[in-house]
């Protein structure tokens, strides 16, 4: 059975920056990070207990013990809000897919149409494109030869060298596409589809197994980008709008400040 509460917890007490200074005549740890007993002390709760939840024996801890978790680890905001959804797990996974079907498609191809001349396209739960104008879909060399099916974000950053070359902050936004592919299905760890995605990534980028195996969590929010174009390196400023209900978002790059 998928244990992805106690994975999320053992990767982020391995944190390096959370282990105590050394002592003197004492050298750094073997290990980086906390220990169990550390974390457990920290949140005020039982070693047993937490050893139970890393292991996969216990799954729903209280929100007093996810806010005291996140304390300890230090964890962000979007970060703490994926421990307490991983709770649910089997709950929310049992809900299935929506429908978004041709109706939500046409509303998005007609929300990026709306906005042109600026970049703008539209990403499901797993950065799968949806939508785009043209403009947004220039942005990724070569997405327009692909099948719609295949044009997924996440890949891209990852595998496709030309995408170091387009996007001058490249490892950052590869990053933060790794940790906002956690962070949207933080309810559904163990959807086939998903499962797929990851695993032929994993194969792929020995850079995207690490940043996956690390459980980096944070959902994609505005932000200043540079881009190599054919005019030149130009700055852009993308703005991410989230639609919930449709497990959607919405990226429109304009002009940079």
Known sequence: MSNELGDFLRARRADAALEPPARDGVGRRRNPGLRREEVAAAA????????????????????????????????????????????????????????????????????????????AYVLDRLSNMVAANTEGLALYAGFGELPP???????????DPRAPRIFVEWEELA?????????????????????ALIEELRGESPLFAEWWGGHLVERR????????????????????LHLPEEELRMTIWLPGA
């Open 44 to 119: 005020g709760i039982s070693v047993d207990y937490y050893t139970r939840l890393e292991q996969g024996r216990e799954r729903h801890p209280s929100d007093a013990v996810v806010d005291a978790l996140a304390r300890v680890l230090r964890l962000t905001p979007d970060a703490r809000a994926h421990l307490a959804r991983l709770r649910g797990v089997s709950a929310a996974a049992a809900r299935g897919e929506r429908d978004d079907g041709s109706a939500v498609a046409e509303r998005m191809s007609a929300l990026v149409d709306a906005v042109r001349p600026n970049p």
């Open 149 to 159: 099916e295949q044009r997924n974000t996440c890949r891209y950053l990852m595998t």
């Open 175 to 195: 990053r933060g596409a790794v940790a906002q592919l956690r962070a949207a299905n933080a309810g559904r760890l163990d959807d086939p589809a998903l499962r």
């Open 221 to 240: 929010r505005a932000s200043i980008k540079h881009l190599r174009t054919a005019a030149g390196e130009v700055a852009r400023r993308y703005e991410v």
